[in-house]
């Protein structure tokens, strides 16, 4: 069990510590010199069961909240420290406030220096400690007397916390290890070490992590867990972890995260929720939109901004939904707690939860995006994965669903199918689309080649790039195509060459258009890849250039010819054996270009290359490939382009 001291400063917090472990929590020759704490201090003590106390020691200070709030992330149990002589003070109210908007419901009371004042004045202190804590997280906690000087009531205090710890439960280690750094700093012949407390998953040595949000690659060299070394550590531990890689020390700082490489998405920009404390002083100010604040998340401190979503401001004990705004990335995901103080770190305004990593750019405040907020409170994913799923009809994609909720692929998998999600996975692409959704998709598929149909009858049937716009605008190309497999497999849909349409519809080409097309035929069969344009067509035959046009237009509408450029036709056969050299070429050079499909078909040194840029251009229109500066990619694998077949 891990636990985190918090109260006024020279109250005993330091003090205490040593007497429960032995170990002194001051690290810093200053803090030692000054007989104050300044910074984070950890000591910990073995329990008869063999596992270990671990104590994270906060300084008091009203100016080092930022470095109490460091120390707050990822504790188990709270140890309020109030001195019997002086009672709640300042800092013992602030921590306290700090404690309920983080969530910490587990903690004990020590009153220490009982040894100064007289039974009445710390009976007094007491009954003013319950006063305090009534209404809050810790209400109700138990009080402890004592005096770590001369050590009357510490074994008490001891057993209670040794019995805690023997009643909490171990955390889950689900998801994915992330831990949050509180500390960096190098040891002869170790090299780079970070710690800090592992907020979820496993870690091993050997593994390989990142140091996020600068996405620093590494490996575990070897790790410390509660101070002693081990070979992995995970949710709830405090960690120390040596790490190898191309960085250095000063690369590496408070704030930063060491994740599985699954959980990198830096952000600077999350949707929340929050709580305004009770009891604002008098004349204060409430939360307000846009209001500049410091955001204390994990164990970083970060400048940014509130948005609010659901109102214009928020006072004493109220709540809201908002956008928080950060000035630098950091990482954080659903459920993570944090803190806002104001804009000089004088005062607590807000405590919150995040909800949601991955927010829209848009209709943020729309009433369907609040309602899927309010889902996100709950704690179970198939709350919102299911209001996802009945409000996302181009599927949702269940990689940042997974990532903003922290979930490994057995608990994603797990979750689809719990709630019957069709899930569609290409490479590391996974979008998931509820059993209605999809069979809605379909139906409008359909419905759009039906229209189109009866638009243009002769019209061999609509291109696959086409009929994706048609269909859903938004629907990944990846779910089209499955989408489009699936009804081709189950012969409700059909496809000629690269046209898609419904079984039962046929183009057709009328007899005199056949002939004539019969005549000029050969004079496109004669140069396939850079075949005569409609106007030496005309020149060639004496046949209307007129004429030619639009007998070529009919024909590309039944699927015999494309216009590749314009008044540029080519056979589909041409375009069939084009496509599989670009997909060569692809294969060959990682991609296709103007000067090497130019040589692909007309030699080293031929002409064409404007031909050629055109013929890529077309394959590009038509989502054969697409274009990444000079460069022409498939978009799907395949060694040759079986939807062009003649």
Same mark, same amino acid.
């Given at each position: 069990? @891990? ?25 810093? =020759? ?49 140890? @309020? ?9 300042? /800092? ?40 305090? &804590? ?9 009080? *402890? ?19 805690? $710890?023997?009643?909490? %439960? ?42 996020? =949000? ?19 550590? /995970? ?25 599985? =490489? ?9 949707? $929340? ?17 846009? /209001? ?21 401001? !928020? ?58 907020l309010a889902a996100m409170r709950e704690d179970d =994913?198939?709350?919102? &994965? ?14 940042? *669903? ?30 998931? *689309? ?29 291109e696959r790039e086409r009929l994706r716009r048609m ?47 019969? +005549?000029?035929?050969?004079? &496109? ?8 344009? !409609? ?8 046949? +209307?250039?007129?004429?030619? %046009? /639009? ?33 060569? @070429? ?10 090497? &499909? ?19 251009? *077309? ?10 500066r000079d460069d022409h990619i498939l978009r799907r ?10």
């Amino acid at each position: 069990m @891990l636990i985190g001291t918090a109260g006024h400063i020279d109250h005993g917090k330091t003090t205490l510590v040593k007497a429960l472990t032995g170990v002194d929590a001051d690290r810093l =020759p200053e803090e030692k010199a000054r007989g104050i704490t300044l910074d984070l201090g950890y000591a910990y003590t073995p329990l008869p069961d063999g596992s270990v106390l671990g104590f994270v020691d906060v300084p008091g200070h009203e100016k080092l909240i930022h470095n109490m709030l460091a120390g707050a992330t990822g504790i188990d149990f709270v140890l @309020l420290v109030v001195a019997a002589d002086d009672g709640p003070m300042p /800092q013992t109210r602030e921590h306290l406030e700090l404690i309920d908007l983080l969530g910490l419901t587990r903690g004990a009371v020590a009153l220490t220096r009982c040894d100064m004042v007289e039974p009445a004045r710390a009976e007094a202190a007491r009954r003013e400690i319950e006063e305090l &804590l009534a209404g809050t997280a810790l209400e109700g906690s138990p009080v *402890f007397p004592l005096s770590a000087v001369t050590g009357e009531g510490v074994p008490t205090l001891r057993a209670h916390l040794e019995a805690a $710890a023997a009643r909490q %439960r171990t955390r889950s280690s689900a998801g994915h290890f992330r831990l949050a750094i509180d500390r960096c700093f190098t040891l002869a012949g170790i090299g780079t070490v970070v710690t800090g407390t592992a907020h979820s998953g496993r870690i091993g040595a050997g593994e390989a992590v990142l140091v996020s =949000p600068p996405g620093l690659k590494a490996r575990v060299r070897s790790l410390h867990v509660q101070d002693r070394p081990a070979q992995a550590g /995970q949710a709830g531990d405090r960690c120390a972890l040596a790490l190898t890689g191309d960085f250095e020390k000063k690369d590496i700082a408070r704030g930063m995260w060491l994740v599985a =490489p699954e959980l990198h998405h830096p952000l600077t920009r999350f949707h $929340a929720e929050l709580r305004v404390p009770m009891g604002i002083t008098e004349g204060q100010k409430p939360l307000e939109h846009l /209001q500049a604040v410091h955001v204390h998340l994990g164990a970083a401190d970060i400048l940014g901004r509130v948005a609010l979503l659901d109102c214009e401001k !928020v006072g004493s004990g109220g709540a809201a939904l908002a956008e928080i705004i950060l000035d630098k990335p950091t990482l954080a995901v659903r459920g993570d707690r944090f803190i806002l103080r104001d804009a000089g770190a004088q005062r607590t305004v807000a405590g919150g939860r995040v909800l949601d990593g991955f927010p829209p750019t848009r209709h943020k405040r729309a009433p369907e995006r609040l309602a899927l907020l309010a889902a996100m409170r709950e704690d179970d =994913p198939a709350t919102t &994965l299911a209001l996802l799923l009945e409000r996302s009809p181009a599927g949702v994609d269940l990689g940042r *669903f997974a990532a903003n909720w922290n979930l490994d692929d057995a608990a994603l998998d797990a979750l689809c199918a719990r709630l019957g999600v069709r899930t569609i996975a290409a490479g590391t692409e996974r979008i998931g *689309f509820a059993v209605a959704g999809w069979d809605a998709l379909r139906d409008r598929l359909r419905e759009a080649l039906a229209r189109e149909h009866a638009r243009a009858p002769d019209l061999a049937g609509v291109e696959r790039e086409r009929l994706r716009r048609m269909t859903l605008a938004t629907l990944p190309r990846v779910a089209f195509d499955a989408l489009v497999a699936e009804l081709l497999a189950a012969g409700a849909l059909a496809q000629s060459r690269a046209w898609l349409h419904l079984p039962t519809h046929r183009a057709s080409v009328s007899q005199a258009d056949r002939d004539l097309f019969m +005549a000029l035929k050969p004079l &496109l069969d004669a140069a396939p890849c850079n075949p005569p344009r !409609v106007r030496d067509v005309f020149k060639a035959t004496g046949t +209307a250039e007129d004429t030619v %046009r /639009q007998l070529f237009k009919r024909l590309a509408r039944a699927g015999e010819l494309y216009p590749v450029a314009h008044d540029h036709y080519f056979t589909a056969a041409a375009v069939a054996e084009l496509a599989a050299t670009v997909a060569r @070429l692809c294969a060959e050079h990682g991609a296709a270009r103007a000067a090497n &499909l130019r040589d692909a078909i007309y030699g080293e040194g031929g002409g064409g290359r404007k031909v050629a840029i055109q013929i890529l251009e *077309f394959f590009d229109r038509i989502g054969y490939t697409r274009r990444v500066r000079d460069d022409h990619i498939l978009r799907r694998e395949a060694a040759a382009p079986d939807w062009m077949t003649t």
